[in-house]
């Protein structure tokens, strides 16, 4: 089978860092070949690092989430220096989160402007996350022009007609293990719809992990559970899940990856 990817976890937080030849392990042993390793501060960003660097399948991104209410706030020319890194394919996570976070929110939308500012100088697509602030999501993406650059909605969890926004200005649309959660029959619905060319995989673990392994650890292994959701949903087989999605993964995040695309198809 053409191998799967999963194109956001965070395997540096300490409930997966701690075993990280095991995860790798399990990946390769269900045909995971790689994982996109995503920062989400400037503090923690060079153990994201070290882990690209010491593993050739993982690869990094740099950013800063909107739920970082402390630390290091990154400017344009910082992301984009940091973005240079061979291994680096992406700026982000970044994007506005209305739900966790209240009161005066003018410091996300700066910073994800930022964010989409230092991706147009470096030239990198962005990984946006996106909660209960789809709108303004959508607006500052056009205000600032990611349209240049491109990127993908992680872990999507709106309604089709911001999926169709999103695709629009040529994003794709990422399903997690959301997607195979009883309660998530609106969102199955959106994963039916979208196009499987423009769809991408991920498990955003260690959190959100998939049937049936609901309240455990997530690791990467796991995005297969995703693909064969998504592959009943879509009503093709999970290889073409898989040849299709590593594709999109490789195709988006384009020239850093592209010498591995080899070894996915
Ligand atoms: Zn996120
Ligand atoms: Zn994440």
Redesign the pocket.
């Known amino acids: 089978m053409a191998g799967l990817v999963d194109s956001?976890c965070h395997i540096n937080f300490p409930e997966l860092a701690a075993d990280l030849p095991g995860v790798i392990a399990r990946m390769q042993a269900a045909d995971v070949t790689h994982a996109l390793c995503v920062s989400v501060s400037l503090e923690t960003f060079p153990e994201v690092l070290q882990i690209a660097e010491r593993f050739p399948n993982i690869y990094a991104s740099v950013g800063v989430?909107p739920n970082e209410r402390a630390g290091v706030e990154p400017s344009v020319e910082q992301l984009a220096q940091l973005a240079a890194h061979p291994k680096v394919l992406a700026i982000g996570?970044t994007?506005l989160d209305y739900y966790r976070q209240s009161g005066e929110l003018e410091w996300q939308r700066r910073r994800f402007r930022t964010h989409i500012q230092a991706a147009r100088a470096c030239r990198k697509p962005l990984i946006i996350?996106c909660r209960q602030a789809a709108a303004d999501t959508i607006k500052l993406l056009q205000e600032e022009q990611a349209l240049e650059v491109g990127g993908v909605m992680?872990?999507f969890t709106e309604s089709l007609s911001v999926a169709d926004q999103a695709m629009e200005m040529g994003l794709y649309v990422s399903f997690s293990g959301i997607v195979t959660f009883s309660n998530a029959r609106e969102l199955r619905e959106v994963a039916r719809k979208v196009p499987l060319r423009r769809i991408l995989i991920e498990t955003?673990s260690p959190y959100l992990a998939p049937a049936p392994y609901r309240g455990k650890t997530n690791e990467p292994a796991y995005v297969r559970r995703v693909a064969e959701h998504i592959s009943e949903l879509q009503g093709v087989t999970l290889e073409q899940v898989a040849t299709t999605t590593s594709q999109n993964f490789f195709s988006l995040f384009g020239q850093a990856a592209s010498g591995d695309r080899a070894a996915v198809e």
């Open positions: 956001h989430h996570e994007g996350h992680h872990c955003d």
